[in-house]
T-cell receptor, first 114, second 113 residues
Framework: DVKVTQSSRYLVKRTGEKVFLECVQD?????MFWYRQDPGLGLRLIYF???????EKGDIPEGYSVSREKKERFSLILESASTNQTSMYLC?????????????FGPGTRLTVL | DQQVKQNSPSLSVQEGRISILNCDYT??????FLWYKKYPAEGPTFLIS???IKDKNEDGRFTVFLNKSAKHLSLHIVPSQPGDSAVYFC????????????WGAGTKLIIKP
């Protein structure tokens, strides 16, 4: 069974704080993704990575950065948290294949920025 | 510009009846489609997928239908059970894209006892 874990289920931070969200997968997947989910907007891709030290911007990268130093770990960084970054953050991973492969998700981190 | 649209934010169905969730897309390059199910406070889980070379894929109580000419797909759940109450997301991908899935906004399915 694929397992994707996220460092926190719930997080409360103050405006201007630096926030780190960690994601670890145990299936040796090449691809890893960070999404945010907001009501009525579905899942929006922030960043993804298809290999160690490689990253690509998604649809909404502004205000975020990422780090992938090891294959199993993908970190999302909010350099200076703002209230509009209050959201559910979802990490996912997938195996690289010929088609867009099934993505496996972690349980999510509910981030509140005050 | 939403390339994948789920126009019904919510759907209420009687237990035992058929649930039909709909999804429309605009990008004719999409060739792979997936449905995910999400419970509150959990990440989405993969449910069923279909390639554009097929028009139907079935897995137990779940069937996905693809109508390429109408750029429309639907998920049928028969019979609906209380545990099916969740948010369902439709997602699409083009084989020319770099691993990205494009997601719909989701439909909240409520199964009434």
């Amino acid at each position: 069974d694929v397992k994707v874990t996220q460092s926190s289920r719930y997080l409360v931070k103050r405006t201007g704080e630096k926030v780190f969200l960690e994601c670890v997968q145990d299936m040796d997947h090449e691809n890893m993704f960070w999404y945010r989910q907001d009501p009525g907007l579905g899942l929006r891709l922030i960043y993804f990575s298809y290999d160690v030290k490689m990253k690509e911007k998604g649809d909404i990268p502004e205000g975020y950065s990422v780090s992938r130093e090891k294959k199993e770990r993908f970190s999302l960084i909010l350099e200076s948290a703002s209230t509009n970054q209050t959201s559910m953050y979802l990490c996912a991973s997938s195996h690289r294949g010929l088609l867009a492969d099934t993505q496996y998700f972690g349980p999510g981190t509910r981030l509140t920025v005050l | 510009d939403q390339q994948v649209k789920q126009n019904s934010p919510s759907l209420s169905v009687q237990e035992g009846r058929i649930s039909i969730l709909n999804c429309d897309y605009t990008n004719s390059m999409f060739d792979y489609f997936l449905w995910y199910k999400k419970y509150p406070a959990e990440g989405p889980t993969f449910l069923i997928s279909i390639s554009s070379i097929k028009d139907k894929n079935e897995d137990g109580r779940f069937t996905v239908f693809l109508n390429k000419s109408a750029k429309h797909l639907s998920l049928h759940i028969v019979p609906s059970q209380p545990g099916d109450s969740a948010v369902y997301f439709c997602a699409a991908s083009a084989s020319s894209s770099n691993y990205q899935l494009i997601w719909g906004a989701g439909t909240k399915l409520i199964i009434k006892p």
